[in-house]
DNA sequence: GTTCTCACA
DNA sequence: TGTGAGGA
C-alpha cells in the first residue's frame, strides 16, 4: 500500500480484514451503516474507522442480531460519539458500554480511546 | 486485473 | 446473499 493511501482501503482489503463478502460490505452501505469516500473513477474507499464499524455489524451480526437492530445500535451508538466531544468523557463511556454485548466492548473501547 | 451497478430461474 | 452481465 503506497503511502499516501494509508488509512483508505479498497473493498478488497476490506474483505480480508473483516471476513465479510463485497457483496454484504456494499449491501451495508446501502443502509447506511457506513460511508466510504469514493475515488474519482467510483471505487470505493473504506477508512479505518468504517472497517472498525463493519467489524462491529459482523459481531453483532454473529451475537444474533438482525441486520435491522444493528442498524438502530449504530445509529444510537452515532449519536452518542458526536455527544462524546463535547460532555464529560467518563459519563459517556458507560453509557456507550451499556448499549453493546460483552463480545463488542473491546471494539468499542478501541473506538473510544482513538477519539 | 479490479471494482461498479443492476438484476435474477 | 450469491452470482453473472456489461461498463468504466
Do not use: C, W
Not at 46 to 58: A, F, G, P
Amino acid at each position: 500500500m503506497t503511502p499516501a493511501e494509508k488509512g483508505l482501503y479498497p473493498i478488497s482489503e476490506v474483505e480480508k480484514r473483516t471476513g465479510l463478502s463485497a457483496r454484504q460490505i456494499r449491501y451495508y452501505e446501502s443502509m447506511g451503516l457506513v460511508s466510504p469516500t469514493r475515488t474519482n473513477g467510483g471505487q470505493r474507499r473504506y477508512s479505518e474507522k468504517d472497517v472498525l464499524r463493519l467489524i462491529q455489524i459482523k459481531q453483532m451480526k454473529e451475537s444474533g442480531f438482525g441486520l435491522k437492530s444493528i442498524k438502530e445500535k449504530i445509529q444510537v451508538f452515532e449519536r452518542n460519539l458526536e455527544e462524546l466531544s463535547l460532555s464529560d468523557v467518563n459519563h459517556d463511556r458507560e453509557v456507550l458500554s451499556s448499549l453493546f454485548p460483552v463480545s463488542n466492548r473491546a471494539v468499542l473501547m478501541k473506538l473510544l480511546e482513538k477519539k
